[in-house]
T-cell receptor, first 114, second 111 residues
Framework: EPEVTQTPSHQVTQMGQEVILRCVPISNHLYFYWYRQILGQKVEFLVSFYNNEISEKSEIFDDQFSVERPDGSNFTLKIRSTKLEDSAMYFC????????????FGPGTRLTVL | GNSVTQMEGPVTLSEEAFLTINCTYTATGYPSLFWYVQYPGEGLQLLLKATKADDKGSNKGFEATYRKETTSFHLEKGSVQVSDSAVYFCALVNNAGKSTFGDGTTLTVKP
């Protein structure tokens, strides 16, 4: 069964450094998403992406964040200058359709900012 | 904006007990509703879904019915097992594909 994969599983970085989190969505999916989950808290929407453009973003997704689909398979989330409060689990998801279709989640990348 | 309210946890049950985790939502339009399960140290797994009013989603003995009149999507299971111990998240997806999650409910099932 196809699945969403994410690398790395755990990333440790120093405050102020740039990080890139990588995701490989399910191959025939067209819509891609990033979510984050701060330890012990709810899952929060960050951004949705389709046709090489951001479809929607939350207030969390400020100028420090960017997304890109650099090739036909990868979908990345970049945080330019990490802050302590960026420490969280970041989940990538993909779906075939934008509307109310099922989003399939990857296993997540745990980001720790020191 | 959209919101999802879940029954506060944690919930502790004995094996074979009946489970209900309440979920209510506020949304514009006609969202789809989902239950996800998260086992310790793992990602989110889709448990079940319902895409329109009166639909019932079911999987692995879990069920939830999309009730538009009460804006609810309560999760139920007739007989829980120790292996069901996890965090359960209720979520909705709107027409723009944005998911809104509840706070999560931690379920512990004791033998």
């Amino acid at each position: 069964e196809p699945e969403v994969t994410q690398t790395p599983s755990h990333q440790v970085t120093q405050m102020g450094q740039e990080v890139i989190l990588r995701c490989v969505p399910i191959s025939n999916h067209l819509y891609f998403y990033w979510y984050r989950q701060i330890l012990g808290q709810k899952v929060e929407f960050l951004v949705s992406f389709y046709n090489n453009e951001i479809s929607e973003k939350s207030e969390i997704f400020d100028d420090q964040f960017s997304v890109e689909r650099p090739d036909g398979s990868n979908f990345t989330l970049k945080i330019r200058s990490t802050k302590l409060e960026d420490s969280a689990m970041y989940f990538c998801a993909s779906s075939r359709e934008l509307s109310t279709d099922t989003q399939y989640f990857g296993p997540g990348t745990r980001l720790t900012v020191l | 904006g959209n919101s999802v309210t879940q029954m506060e946890g944690p919930v502790t049950l004995s094996e074979e007990a009946f489970l209900t985790i309440n979920c209510t939502y506020t949304a514009t339009g006609y969202p789809s509703l989902f239950w996800y399960v998260q086992y310790p140290g793992e990602g989110l797994q889709l448990l079940l879904k319902a895409t329109k009013a009166d639909d019932k989603g079911s999987n692995k003995g879990f069920e939830a019915t999309y009730r538009k009149e009460t804006t609810s999507f309560h999760l139920e299971k007739g007989s829980v097992q120790v292996s069901d111990s996890a965090v359960y998240f209720c979520a909705l997806v709107n027409n723009a594909g944005k998911s809104t999650f509840g706070d999560g409910t931690t379920l512990t099932v004791k033998p």
